[in-house]
C-alpha cells in the first residue's frame, strides 16, 4: 500500500543527545514536510523540501536539521540545541503545488520524542 | 494577527445534532483551504478540501469559503460519536504548498 511511514513512533532524548526521526514515502510525492505539534496546539512547519537535494527552513527550523538525498526520504534530526524538543512529530508529502494548484499534504502517523 | 485562527475552546454537540466550526485567515491572496481531523493520538486526515467560494459538500461534511470576508467554515451534519476529534483548518501559503494551521477545534460529540 501507498503511504508515509514514520519511525520509530516512541523516542527518547537524553540530554546532549542529537536523535534521528525516519520518514520515508512511496507515493511518489516531490513535496515532503515536517511539523511539530504541542499539546493543545496547532502544526508547525519545521522545514519542508519540493524536490531532492534541495531543503527550506519552515517556521521554527532552530535547533534542526534535515537531508533530502532521495525522494523516498527525509530524515529529521532534533539536535542537542533544540531546548525543549518533547513534541508530536508529523512528517506530510504531497505532489508540489505552484500557484493555483492544489496538492493536499498526506501525514505519517508521527513519532512522539520526549526527553529523559 | 495570525496567519489562520479558529475559535477557541471544544465544542459539545449532541448526537444528531449540526457541529459548526468557523476558520478565519489573514492572507487574502490566498487560494487553498483544507480540514483535517485529528483523533486524539493519531495524526491529522484530510476531510476537505475547497477552493472556490460557496459551498462544497461530502457526505455530512460541508465547507463554506467566503474569500471577501476571508472566512472558511465545516458543517458537520447529524453528528457521530465517532466525529469526536479536533479538526484543524489549514490555509496555503505563497505560492508553493505550505500550509498555516490553525490550533485546531476539539469537537465532543455527546450520545
Known amino acids: 500500500d501507498g503511504g508515509i511511514t514514520q519511525s520509530p513512533k516512541y523516542l527518547f532524548r537524553k540530554e546532549g543527545q542529537n536523535v534521528t526521526l525516519s520518514c520515508e514515502q512511496n507515493?511518489?510525492?516531490?513535496?515532503m514536510y515536517w511539523y511539530r505539534q504541542d499539546p493543545g496546539q496547532g502544526l508547525r512547519l519545521i522545514y519542508y523540501?519540493?524536490?531532492?537535494?534541495?531543503?527550506q527552513k519552515g517556521d521554527i527550523a532552530e535547533g534542526y536539521s534535515v537531508s533530502r538525498e532521495k525522494k523516498e526520504s527525509f530524515p529529521l534530526t532534533v539536535t542537542s540545541a533544540q531546548k525543549n524538543p518533547t513534541a508530536f512529530y508529523l512528517c506530510?508529502?504531497?505532489?508540489?503545488?505552484?500557484?493555483?494548484?492544489?496538492?493536499?499534504?498526506?501525514f505519517g502517523d508521527g513519532t512522539r520524542l520526549s526527553i529523559l | 494577527q495570525k496567519e489562520v485562527e479558529q475559535n477557541s475552546g471544544p465544542l459539545s454537540v449532541p448526537e444528531g445534532a449540526i457541529a459548526s466550526l468557523n476558520c478565519t485567515y489573514s492572507?487574502?491572496?490566498?487560494?487553498?483551504f483544507f480540514w483535517y481531523r485529528q483523533y486524539s493520538g493519531k495524526s491529522p486526515e484530510l476531510i476537505m478540501s475547497?477552493?472556490?467560494?460557496g459551498d462544497k459538500e461530502d457526505g455530512r461534511f460541508t465547507a463554506q469559503l467566503n474569500k471577501a470576508s476571508q472566512y472558511v467554515s465545516l458543517l458537520i451534519r447529524d453528528s457521530q460519536p465517532s466525529d469526536s476529534a479536533t479538526y484543524h483548518c489549514?490555509?496555503?501559503?505563497?505560492?508553493?504548498?505550505?500550509?498555516?494551521f490553525g490550533k485546531g477545534n476539539q469537537v465532543v460529540v455527546i450520545p
Open positions: 506530510a508529502s504531497s505532489i508540489p503545488g505552484g500557484p493555483g494548484a492544489d496538492q493536499p499534504q498526506h
Open positions: 507515493l511518489n510525492h516531490d513535496a
Open positions: 523540501s519540493q524536490i531532492v537535494n534541495d531543503f
Open positions: 492572507d487574502r491572496g490566498s487560494q487553498s
Open positions: 475547497i477552493y472556490s467560494n
Open positions: 489549514a490555509v496555503k501559503r505563497g505560492g508553493n504548498n505550505r500550509l498555516a
